[in-house]
């Protein structure tokens, strides 16, 4: 039915970098988790046990919400009806990307109290691949509704006993 989703290599890449930037933070954050939970359960006993689990399931849900976002995309990367998700999923990654921004430039005032280039790349750095991976769905998802808008037009041209299309030469 589609010839080739136009957002498909924005939303694949996107993806694909998402893909190895979560699971490189799920094995840090799991690496970082497990030797604070030791260290909680080591001062605090059973209290330190239930704060560390706490503190695991905090750092680990973002890592695991990205991983199963850019599987997302990458599998549905061909195919525009249903990038619907993926647009969703990249703008939520957007706006987080957005904010931890804001907060690594409000801290580096707050700290240095100057901007240097390097922290603008750094601030930037969250937002660029889950900005690539939402163009792409949403370029997806544009397509996919003009295709289904033509289809429909198309049905009820034909119910109505006229040609598929409005003008001959197109």
């Known amino acids: 039915m589609y010839q080739e989703a136009p957002g498909k290599k924005k939303l694949l890449w996107g993806a694909i970098m998402l893909l190895i930037s979560a699971v ?3 094995f840090l954050y799991g690496f970082a988790s497990i030797v604070q939970m030791g260290e909680l359960i080591r001062i605090g006993g059973f209290r330190g046990f239930g704060v560390g689990l706490l503190m695991m399931t905090v750092f ?3 890592p695991v919400f990205y991983l199963v976002a850019s599987i997302l995309g990458i599998s549905r990367a061909g195919k525009p009806e249903k990038c619907k998700v993926c647009q969703t999923l990249g703008l939520i ?3 987080a990307g957005a904010l931890s921004a804001f907060y690594m430039l409000y801290a580096a005032m707050n700290v240095a109290s100057r901007i240097t280039i390097q922290t603008i790349i750094m601030a930037a750095s969250p937002v660029i691949w889950p900005s690539l991976f939402y163009l792409g769905a949403r370029e997806n998802w544009k ?3 003009e295709e289904r ?3 429909e037009d198309r049905a009820a ?3 109505a006993g006229l040609p598929p299309r409005r003008f001959p030469f197109n």
């Open 24 to 26: 490189i933070n799920l």
């Open 60 to 62: 680990l849900a973002i």
């Open 93 to 95: 990654m957007l706006i």
């Open 143 to 145: 397509y996919a509704e």
């Open 149 to 151: 808008q033509e289809m």
């Open 157 to 159: 041209r034909e119910a």
